[in-house]
């Protein structure tokens, strides 16, 4: 397996095409991840190729960025893409509050700095905020002050509903470069629109929840049981049922006879033209490998293939 890396849209970053999702070192998906552990996930990230991580702000109080800090004092900050993200903050497991005031922006941004250990963020994004929210000029051009004082080096917006046009087409206009978005074989809604703005403006697309939280790997079956420690526990349990069946049917109808499902699951949505990476959640080594083999099943024919001539 040798990794495969794309062109992240304007941001010109050169980013793998699976990436690290990290939601889970912040202790919501029904286990608690010390240091060490969190080591053995990213080091193994490393040696497969993997330069890009998701983090965010409220995955525990800048709990997830200060594993991905505590990793990077024994690894070298520039080879990795991080990507994290600012509106929320965390007052304990599943409960959060919102906050996009410019200068409380400012100061999550100073605290995603100082957990992950570092003088820059890659790639900041607007964590699935309001419209009302994302309206604010002054919120943008506070960001813009940080993006020219070098401390964040591209802008970006995870949108909230993979529907969300009105924050996709407003990009450019608000200095952002990449979109996050939920994009995976379940959910296809980007498709329609999203997509294809993203195309047009030439933004990166990285795909989050790209396992559907899991259930995309195939080993859940309908009636599957989550502690009340799992964000799952709260997912609506019929709707989960009938995404299960559907992942049976899927498994049956279009998984070729010996390909794990995982990775089949995550090269489905990189075949998309649109799809710069794919940001799955990783809980130990065995799911980081099992995640990037996805690579073998894709094509290098992309319209964001990373091209060795083209510069960082
Ligand atoms: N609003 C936002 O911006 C937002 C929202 C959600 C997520 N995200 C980002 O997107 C990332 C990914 O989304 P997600 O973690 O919610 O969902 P996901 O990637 O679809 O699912 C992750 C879960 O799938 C299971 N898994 C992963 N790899 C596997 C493999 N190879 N085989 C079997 N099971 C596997 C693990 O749980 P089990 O082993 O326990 O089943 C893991 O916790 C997050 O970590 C976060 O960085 C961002």
Redesign the pocket.
């Known amino acids: 397996m040798a990794m495969k890396y794309r062109r992240l849209g304007k941001t010109g970053l050169k980013v793998s095409i699976v990436g690290v999702?990290?939601?889970?070192f912040g202790g919501e998906?029904?286990k608690s991840f010390g240091q060490e552990e969190a080591d053995r996930i990213l080091g193994r990230a490393k040696e497969l190729g993997i330069n890009l991580i998701?983090?965010?702000e409220c995955y525990g109080d800048h709990l997830s960025e200060e594993r991905i800090g505590g990793f990077l004092k024994q690894d070298r900050r520039e080879d990795w893409v991080l990507a994290t993200?600012f509106g929320h903050h965390f007052h304990g497991n599943f409960s959060r509050t919102d906050d996009y005031d410019p200068e409380d922006v400012v100061r999550q941004l100073e605290g995603s700095l100082k957990a992950l250990g570092t003088d820059y963020i890659d790639f900041y994004q607007f964590?699935?905020g309001p419209d009302s929210s994302f309206d604010r000029d002054d919120l943008w051009t506070a960001l813009d002050k940080q993006v020219q004082a070098g401390k964040i080096r591209h802008l970006g917006i995870?949108i909230?509903a993979n529907t969300n046009l009105h924050q996709t087409s407003a990009a450019t206009r608000v200095g952002a470069s990449a979109i996050?978005v939920v994009y995976?074989r379940l959910d296809r809604e980007p498709e329609a629109e999203v997509f294809p703005s993203c195309q047009e403006q030439d933004l990166g697309v990285l795909a989050?929840?790209?396992?559907?939280?899991?259930y995309l790997?195939g080993?859940y079956k309908p009636g599957a049981v989550f502690g009340s420690d799992d964000v799952r526990h709260r997912h609506d349990k019929d709707k989960t049922d009938a995404k299960l069946r559907l992942v049976e049917e899927i498994l049956l109808n279009e998984v070729p006879e010996g390909t794990p499902m995982?990775a089949w699951a995550l090269a489905w949505c990189l075949k998309h033209d649109a799809v710069t990476a794919v940001?799955?959640?990783?809980?130990d080594t065995a799911?980081v490998e099992?995640?990037a083999a996805a690579v073998d099943l894709v094509s290098n024919n992309h319209p964001q293939a990373w091209k060795d001539a083209e510069r960082e």
């Open positions: 999702g990290t939601w889970q998906w029904g998701d983090t965010a993200k964590h699935s995870s909230g996050q995976n989050r929840v790209p396992l559907a939280s899991g790997s080993k995982a940001i799955p959640g990783c809980k799911q099992a995640n």
